[in-house]
């Protein structure tokens, strides 16, 4: 199993939901995240006043799936995040060594 980190621009939420659920991904967490990477943020003006906005407002989407499905989820949240401009985003994958529902007990691929 594998933990699937994206952080994307905020109007492509739904984009990537809509993207997974369609093929049978269930169970995302979303989290409002502030950051910046190569673009180091952006300048704005307020009351004819500039200032500089360092970390930019994402969100980070977490799915957890099964190994031969890994690649199937970040081809999606390609597709489906990329605008094509700096700031589109990254995709982590991280190994789990355990997964564990609360409800039943489950364990591994089942509590998936």
């Known amino acids: 199993m594998k933990k699937i980190e994206a952080i994307v621009r905020h109007f492509k939420l739904e984009d990537v ?13 979303i989290t ?7 673009q180091k943020g952006h300048t704005e003006m307020y009351r004819g006043t500039e200032y500089t906005v360092d970390f930019v407002p994402k969100v980070k989407i977490e799915v ?3 190994d031969e499905n890994v690649q199937k989820v970040i081809d999606l949240m390609m597709r489906s995040a990329q605008t ?10 991280t190994p789990l060594s355990e997964v564990v529902r609360i ?6 691929d089942e509590a998936v």
Not at 84 to 93: P, R, W
Request: net charge positive; aromatic share 6%; no cysteine.
């Open 17 to 29: 939901k809509n993207a997974l659920t369609h093929e049978g991904i269930h169970g995302m967490t």
């Open 32 to 38: 409002e995240v502030r950051g910046f990477g190569r």
């Open 64 to 66: 957890v799936v099964r």
């Open 84 to 93: 094509g401009q700096i700031g589109d985003g990254k995709i982590f994958v």
């Open 103 to 108: 409800r039943t007990g489950e364990t591994g």
